[in-house]
């Protein structure tokens, strides 16, 4: 999978990317991700990219010459863009899940007030990632990237995220580790037993008696 990410800010993503998973991910050629600085695809002799709105108002505007143009550049037939705005359909694992099809993902961020309209015309898919607003959608590609790249084959053991959260819509089970004993809380005995059918049996009561006691709606959608 390639992934493409246009920002104001590459700086901002660069460095999560440089770390833990993605990092290892990126090293053993799982994924390919570039950063791209939308002002280098200005072409205003000042690499202006935002402008005020028309009609008034306060903040700044993204404007559709540099998206599009660097959109253009890097798009293929097998490309997806996305963009990331709080207007956009709510992020969820199934999503993430579905994107690792992809061969090609484009993720364009906002910043200041927005982006200009006509930028939407350009998105497959529009996506937010939680009913709050963000300064910028720096965050929301990298909370995309990562959630994608975790599930891509080969960047973490299958069993690692099997089970995951909301993967079966239901929330993950417990998990310890040493001490047994810490400030007189105890590991439960049947994760020390040994018996691998009892600690799949007491995973699996424990996944559905936390996802009834804090997530509900998941269980209603299974
Ligand atoms: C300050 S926000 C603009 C919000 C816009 N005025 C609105 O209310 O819809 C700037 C940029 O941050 C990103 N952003 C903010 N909140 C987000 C969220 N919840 N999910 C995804 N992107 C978000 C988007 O790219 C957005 O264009």
Redesign the pocket.
Known sequence: MKIDILTLFPEVIQAYLNESIIKRAIQNNLVTIKVHNIRDYSLDSHKKVDDYGFGGGQ?MV?MPQPIFDAVDALRTKNSKVL??????KP?HQKMAKALTKEQHLII????????DERIRTLADEE???????????EL?SLVITDSIVRLLDGVIKEESHEYDSFTENLLDYPVYTRPVNFRGMEVPEVLLSGHHKNIETWRKQEQLKRTKERRPDLLEKS
């Open positions: 903040g993204l963009l990331m705005t709080p207007q956009g992020y364009i961020c906002g910043h200041y007030e927005g982006f996506i937010s990632i939680g009913d709050y607003v963000l300064t910028g959608g929301a």
